[in-house]
């Protein structure tokens, strides 16, 4: 099931967007290893990962016939400005979990209430190059989305396509010289990459693996 899984590729399963299954696969796993670095790039070094800021992000995954990922834009006047990316930020340290400070933060930036996300647990912790561990909590909204753009943080917000997103076919390898790679996504008029890229094929992963193992078991 732990299959290793090369920096510069990515497990070759197509995953089926089916709501049921990820449920199930939160019901049944008890832990989630760190998530992997899929770019081609030096490894987070240890100073860096001993002094990471607590950080976590809500991947809302938006339950409708078609179901979809939320994203959003940062504005052009804060840090990582322009980015897409999760809704999430920094821990407080009134957080008692990783839970609670992507609550909190969604909240915040796209005006969102905790009643309205289905938590189903976390996806591991990711370490960046910037400095943060992050904690991917990932929620189901329902359809309609209420959700508002807080004008001081987020620029706009994005659906996308969570079919595609779990489709190994969907993310593009671009070479910057001889040694270092990154993976990106896009979808119609827009590009997602960086660490909000690495989520989304933790999760495309991370599911991959478990449908595998399942199908094996039932076999």
């Not at 809500?58 to 940062?74: A, E, F, Q, S, Y």
């Not at 609670?100 to 969102?112: H, K, P, Y």
Request: hydrophobic share 40%.
């Amino acid at each position: 099931m732990n299959q290793e899984v090369p920096k510069g590729e990515i497990l070759d399963i197509k995953v089926e967007a089916n709501l049921s299954l990820i449920r199930d696969l939160f019901i049944q796993t008890v832990d989630f290893a760190e998530l992997r670095n899929p770019h081609v790039e030096n490894l987070v070094s240890p100073d860096v990962r001993q002094q990471a800021a607590e950080s976590a992000v809500l991947i809302p995954i938006i339950d409708d016939v078609t179901p979809r990922l939320m994203v959003t834009k940062r504005q052009t006047n804060i840090r990582f400005a322009g980015h897409l990316c999760f809704p999430g930020g920094r821990s407080d340290p009134g957080d008692k979990s990783g839970i609670e400070t992507a609550l909190r933060e969604s909240a915040e930036e796209i005006n969102i209430a905790a009643q309205d996300v289905e938590i189903l647990g976390c996806l591991g912790h990711y370490y960046t190059q910037a400095g943060y561990k992050i904690t991917p909590v990932v929620g189901i909204i329902q359809h309609p989305a209420r959700v508002e753009a807080n004008p001081s943080e987020v620029d706009s917000i994005y659906e996308v396509d969570l079919a595609k997103v779990l489709d190994p076919g969907s993310y593009k390898l671009t070479w910057h010289g001889d040694v270092r790679a990154h993976f990106s996504y896009s979808e119609r008029d827009i590009r997602i990459a960086g660490p909000t890229v690495s989520l989304m094929i933790g999760l495309l992963e991370t599911l991959a693996r478990f449908t595998n193992h399942h199908s094996r078991m039932m076999g």
